[in-house]
T-cell receptor, first 117, second 113 residues
Framework: GNSVTQMEGPVTLSEEAFLTINCTYT??????LFWYVQYPGEGLQLLLK?????DKGSNKGFEATYRKETTSFHLEKGSVQVSDSAVYFC????????????????FGQGTILTVHP | NAGVTQTPKFQVLKTGQSMTLQCAQD?????MYWYRQDPGMGLRLIYY???????DKGEVPNGYNVSRLNKREFSLRLESAAPSQTSVYFC????????????FGPGTRLTVL
């Protein structure tokens, strides 16, 4: 089945530093790929997604490119802010034997990001 | 448009007590999910409902039951709580397509003593 391996954390950066969080996946075909973010005390929310190979998702200064050659979807931001401190999850759909997902997702373990002023 | 709502926000139970976590969505979504989040374990799917009237087990269903009351509501019941069920519980919903976003509630922090 589909699976995702996410960079272990925690990651600690100074404000304005460059951020990369690695995510690699194993999947049949080219499913959609997602990054979710969880701010302290909140539920997860979608940060960005790419629905087909070679697409780039972007939002709030974050970017990730769906690279089928390296089966990767790494998250990047050029200049992080203290407000970006959160937990970041890479995810992809989970399909049953009949090829239906019903919207189910498999999540990575999450990467804790802390940004200091 | 409230999105996904969950009640209660916090709960403390004693071992053996029962309780029901409530979840509702106002986005007319077909699919709904219950997850638990534990430190270092990421999110694990407990149960899901692909559509009104159907429910299926996820990765960690033991000790839980669910009810899809109608299209809006999906409840999670702990019949006899155990300390191992201390966790943060999240409800989520989506239209059901693999390309679509899951929308999460704010979570319920449950402690079982």
């Amino acid at each position: 089945g589909n699976s995702v391996t996410q960079m272990e954390g925690p990651v600690t950066l100074s404000e304005e530093a460059f951020l990369t969080i690695n995510c690699t996946y194993t999947a049949t075909g080219y499913p959609s790929l997602f990054w979710y973010v969880q701010y302290p005390g909140e539920g997860l929310q979608l940060l960005l997604k790419a629905t087909k190979a070679d697409d780039k998702g972007s939002n709030k200064g974050f970017e990730a490119t769906y690279r089928k050659e390296t089966t990767s979807f790494h998250l990047e931001k050029g200049s992080v802010q203290v407000s970006d401190s959160a937990v970041y999850f890479c995810a992809l759909p989970t399909f049953n034997a009949g090829g239906t997902s019903y919207g189910k997702l498999t999540f990575g373990q999450g990467t804790i990001l802390t940004v200091h002023p | 448009n409230a999105g996904v709502t969950q009640t209660p926000k916090f709960q403390v139970l004693k071992t053996g007590q029962s309780m029901t976590l409530q979840c509702a969505q106002d986005m007319n979504h077909n699919s709904m999910y219950w997850y638990r989040q534990d430190p270092g374990m990421g999110l694990r799917l407990i149960y899901y409902s692909a559509s009104e009237g159907t429910t299926d087990k996820g990765e960690v269903p033991n000790g839980y039951n669910v009810s899809r009351l109608n299209k809006r509501e999906f409840s999670l019941r702990l019949e006899s709580a155990a300390p191992s069920q201390t966790s943060v519980y999240f409800c989520a919903s989506t239209s059901g397509w693999s390309t679509d976003t899951q929308y999460f509630g704010p979570g319920t922090r449950l402690t079982v003593l």
